[in-house]
């Protein structure tokens, strides 16, 4: 399902606009970036957990010519599902 057939599914669902839909989605999206860029987690009760995963820096190879390399620190966003999901 790409994101068109999203805002369809929950216009339907919800009995809204495409138009309307599409801005919940859109503001949604948001707010969960805003929330993980300052490093909290949003907890949804029966679908899952967005939260942020710091990797530490550490050495890697380069496959092609066997180097070692440095790999940088990052930030990734983690989804964790909740029991009620499936």
Same mark, same amino acid.
Request: proline share 5%; glycine share 4%; hydrophobic share 30%.
């Given at each position: 399902? *790409? &994101?068109t057939e999203l805002v369809a599914a929950m216009a339907e669902k919800a009995g809204l606009t495409? @138009?309307?839909a599409a801005n919940a989605l859109n503001a949604y999206v948001? /707010? /969960?970036k805003e929330e993980l !860029?300052?490093?909290g987690s949003i907890s949804l009760i029966g679908f899952g957990t967005f939260s942020v995963k710091e *990797?530490? #820096? +550490?050495t890697g190879r380069n496959p +092609? @010519? &066997?180097e070692t390399i440095q790999i !940088? #620190?990052?930030k990734v966003a983690k989804f964790k599902a909740g029991k009620g999901l499936l």
């Open positions: 399902m *790409n &994101k495409k @138009t309307d948001e /707010v /969960v !860029a300052k490093g *990797n530490p #820096a +550490r +092609r @010519t &066997k !940088a #620190a990052k």
